[in-house]
């Protein structure tokens, strides 16, 4: 489990984790926000990416260029320690059903140092009838 961490320490957590998302996906910045935001030894659980911070400055800047309308909406974010968890709805283009997104994201002395998440598209309907956001 996440260490246990003061209440402003968890809020800024999850500012920085939100800030790094907005620069690297929303203003379509990877390589600035890598370099501003996730350590050195920034590990990746993700199957389909590698660790560190230079992998992932790489495989983003390239997604984008191939996205230019790519864009995150922030449904929930959560602290838990040292633990940052977001709920997101990701989407390539405005007529994109997007890709929900479950996200967990360890901070460290003010940098992320770890990445783990679940992906889930979003389909046109639901058996339940209950949307996702």
Do not use: C
């Given at each position: 489990?996440?260490?246990?961490?003061?209440?402003?320490?968890r809020?800024?957590?999850?500012?920085?984790?939100?800030?790094?998302y907005?620069?690297?996906?929303?203003?379509?910045?990877?390589?600035?926000?890598a370099?501003?935001?996730?350590?050195?030894?920034?590990?990746?659980?993700?199957?389909?990416?590698?660790?560190?911070?230079?992998?992932?400055?790489?495989?983003?800047?390239?997604?984008?260029?191939?996205?230019?309308?790519?864009?995150?909406?922030?449904?929930?974010v959560?602290?838990?320690g040292?633990?940052?968890?977001?709920?997101?709805?990701?989407?390539?283009?405005?007529?994109?059903?997007?890709?929900?997104?479950i996200?967990?994201?360890?901070?460290?002395?003010?940098?992320?140092?770890?990445?783990?998440?679940?992906v889930?598209?979003?389909?046109?309907?639901?058996?339940?009838?209950?949307?996702?956001f």
């Open positions: 489990m996440g260490q246990s961490l003061a209440g402003p320490v809020e800024g957590n999850k500012k920085l984790v939100l800030d790094f907005q620069l690297a996906f929303n203003q379509h910045k990877p390589t600035e926000a370099q501003k935001y996730l350590s050195d030894q920034y590990v990746q659980h993700n199957p389909n990416h590698a660790n560190g911070a230079e992998a992932f400055a790489m495989d983003f800047e390239k997604y984008l260029k191939e996205h230019p309308n790519y864009r995150v909406r922030f449904a929930h959560f602290a838990d040292d633990i940052v968890i977001l709920h997101s709805h990701h989407r390539a283009a405005e007529n994109d059903l997007g890709r929900a997104i996200d967990l994201i360890r901070v460290e002395n003010r940098k992320i140092v770890e990445h783990w998440d679940v889930q598209a979003v389909p046109e309907s639901t058996v339940s009838g209950n949307r996702m």
